[in-house]
């Protein structure tokens, strides 16, 4: 995907490509297993949000590595957002 993005000057619509064939073959293999994919919006302010008391920052830049906030809750950055992720899929998952 790479060659074809510099070579042949597709630029974002051969990464577009590449992501859409692996989405697709993701839940393929779920359906196999009886799962289902759950897609969250793409503006999901995941690592903004305290995963524990759902209090949204302002602002979080990305030299900030770990989150800080008013409930105590400190924790990776990464992982808090990865928390957040889940239940939101879980969220939409419920709702549907």
């Known amino acids: 995907m ?3 993005k510099q070579a042949l ?3 974002k619509s051969a ?3 590449g992501w859409g064939a692996f989405v697709e073959k993701l839940t393929y293999k779920l359906a196999e297993q009886g799962k289902k994919l759950v897609k969250i ?3 999901y302010p995941s690592s903004k ?3 524990k008391c759902g209090r949204m920052k302002e602002s979080l830049p990305l030299s900030e590595r770990t989150y800080h906030c008013e409930c105590g809750n400190e924790m990776d950055r990464d992982y808090n957002a990865a ?3 889940r239940e939101e899929a ?3 998952y ?3």
Do not use: E, K, T, Y
């Open 2 to 4: 790479d060659g074809m």
């Open 9 to 11: 000057h597709f630029g």
């Open 15 to 17: 990464s577009d490509n």
């Open 41 to 43: 919006g793409r503006w």
């Open 49 to 51: 949000l305290c995963s």
């Open 83 to 85: 928390v957040n992720i």
């Open 90 to 92: 879980r969220r939409i």
């Open 94 to 96: 419920l709702a549907a």
